[in-house]
Structure formats: C-alpha cells, structure tokens
C-alpha cells in the first residue's frame, strides 16, 4: 500500500517562497508519476505539475510555468515542490499525488498540506 505524506505548507507572503516535500512509501515502479495538485476554497481541484519517476520529464499548469519547479528524489523517495514569487491566487490545499503512469490514472493522494499566500 502507497502512503504519501505531504509537509512544507503554510504561510507565505505575496512574492515569496516555500517549497514543499511529500515523503513516500511502499512499492513503487519505475512507471509510476507523480503529482502536485490543488483546491482552492469554493473552487475545483486543479493539476498544478506532474513528473514521472526518473524525474526526465515535467509539464505544468500555465498560471505556475516559470515559479513553480516540481523535482524528485528517488534515493529518498521524496517528491518537492518548490515555489517561488508566490501569489495570493495560489492560496490552496496542496496534493501530492501518485500515478500509474505519467498520464494517470492518479490512485494515491496524500491528506494535502495548506499553502497560504497573503501579506
């Protein structure tokens, strides 16, 4: 069974940084991907990046091309996140999500780690 754990969230002040890490474990195969969604309150959950396990290949949403950067660490199993010149529109339960393949299905999710972007 895959467990993922999210950490790394909270308050941030627009411009700014955070960088979030989602430790995972149990079995895992090298065409697995991994994901990093988020759900705004009163607002559908939406993909924000993906990337598959040999961290070769990435795709993002639009809105966070050029600060956000999804990356992994496959002697750790960790999955990061790191975001910079953050927004107040990116205020957000975050996900971290694991896929059969870099085009899903997404089975796994983790409990989310809350991102706030706010002066």
């Known amino acids: 069974q895959v467990q993922l754990v999210e950490s790394g969230g909270g308050l941030a002040q627009p411009g700014g940084s955070l960088r979030l890490s989602c430790a995972v474990s149990?079995?895992?195969?090298?065409?697995?991907?991994m994901a990093w969604f988020r759900q705004a309150p009163g607002k559908e959950r939406e993909f924000v990046a993906r990337i598959n396990w040999s961290g070769s290949i990435t795709s993002y949403v639009d809105s966070v091309k050029g600060r956000f950067t999804i990356s992994t660490d496959n002697a750790k199993k960790t999955l990061y996140l790191q975001m910079n010149s953050l927004k107040p529109e990116d205020t957000a339960l975050y996900y971290c999500?694991?896929?059969?393949?870099?085009?899903?299905?997404?089975?796994?999710w983790g409990q989310g780690t809350q991102v706030t972007v706010s002066s």
């Open positions: 999500v694991m896929g059969r393949t870099y085009v899903g299905p997404w089975d796994y």
């Open positions: 149990g079995r895992t195969f090298s065409s697995n991907a």
